[in-house]
């Protein structure tokens, strides 16, 4: 069933033209088009379908800088900034809350390597530290029993995503951006090699410049244009409990994830763990996703057939004048699976006294868009000059949204950006890169 989302009311009425068009109405999407607009550039913002509605409002909700791949900790820790001003930009509360990020292991591999990423985190001006004996006691007293270790990141916290990306649509229109849902993007026109047009369903808008930052729909869309993007989605179930007491705000340990809203709801997710639904291009780019499905395949399960049915994965060449598999799928709400529910409910018991009594009241999946390294593509697309891809997230997206829309909205408009941008592009995934996973 789907996830809890705010429902916005956006126009009906398409433009005719745009300085830039950002097709996908998630977390990345909404930012990139916020951030344009904010600097007076005249944008787009597309949606299939509604915003935020896909895997933007599926997830944990934690905007973190603890743990991250190298190269996406200063997204997280520009985000985290930005999350914190967006409440007085947009005068519409996203559930931001710095309330700190627990970790806690028994495993001394684990805590190894966490305490490597605290001694590399610090020297990149992050808040965060392995957890002294004291400390473990206080962090764990909830837990009701002792742990080998853990690390505690205060400056880190979560957000509403139930409620972020659709508010931070409305500050696209406040800022005089457009926003427009329930209109799908089929492809682009290209005039003298370079974007000129966006094709939509309703109509085209002529404009030079787009961002595609379709989530798990970002291959299928490149694929029509003769771009080559491994991608690959995993289908992760979360879990909303009622009759939760004594729950810290934000817990991971290797056994679950445990997340206690603003508004006082308890979700419960395993971290890492999934079903693989096949596809045809799953088969497709299963040599460069090889080394990933070999480190998780104790979380990763094989999956059911219903993601050739969404059809987000399509191998099929669609006609831009007919309708396409994303106007009959305008939001993918995969099926949960029964087994990562019961799962999920049961590790998280083993943990948290205070949910030995708590019920399931919803449970939800959403498709993660990964790449064969774990850390997303953005960057204009080498071939097709004007089209920037913002895709492959790997279930990291949400708390660096922000710094992300915010890079971007530079790339787009030629500014000088905070980070090093090269280190995102999509080149980075032709083959003699096979095999280059995370760093951390």
Known sequence: MPAPLVRIETSDTLPSEADVVVIGGGIIGTCTAYYLARRGVAVVLLEKG????????????????????????????????????????????????RCGLTYLTDDEKQLATWSAWCDFARGEGVVTSVMSAS??????????????????SPSDGTADPARAAPLIAKGVEKFGGTVVQNCAARGLETHAGRVGAVITE?????????????????????????VRFPQATVRATVVSVDGARDVPDALFTPDNAI???????????????????????????????LPMWLERRKSVYPGSLQGMCWGHETMVRWVMDQPTPME???????????????????????????????????????????????????GEIEGLPGCFLAAGFSGHGFGIGPG?????ADMVTGTPSYVDTNQYRLSRFDKSAWGKVAEF
């Open 202 to 226: 309703k109509g085209i808008i002529r404009t030079s410049r787009v961002v595609m930052a379709g989530g798990a729909w970002a291959s299928s869309f490149c694929r029509q244009h003769g």
């Open 404 to 408: 992300t829309g915010y890079m971007i």
């Open 328 to 378: 009959k799928a305008r939001i993918l709400d995969p099926t949960p699976s029964r087994r990562a529910v019961n799962e999920t409910l049961a590790r998280a018991q083993k943990v948290l006294p205070g949910l030995r009594d708590a019920t399931v009241s919803q449970s939800w999946s959403g498709y993660i868009d990964s790449t064969p390294d774990g850390v997303p593509a953005i």
């Open 259 to 289: 997340t206690k809203r603003a508004n006082g709801r308890v979700t419960l997710a395993v971290g890492g763990r999934g079903e693989l639904d096949p596809t045809l291009q799953t088969l497709r780019f299963a040599a460069p996703f």
């Open 135 to 152: 400390e473990l006691e206080e962090r764990t007293r909830l837990t009701g029993k002792s742990w080998l270790g853990g690390v505690w």
């Open 50 to 97: 509604l915003i935020g509605a896909e895997q933007s409002s599926r997830n944990w909700g934690w905007c973190r800088q603890q743990n991250r791949d190298a190269r996406e900790l200063p997204l997280a820790t520009r985000s985290l900034a930005l999350w914190d001003a967006l409440p007085e930009e947009l005068g519409e509360d996203v559930g931001f809350r």
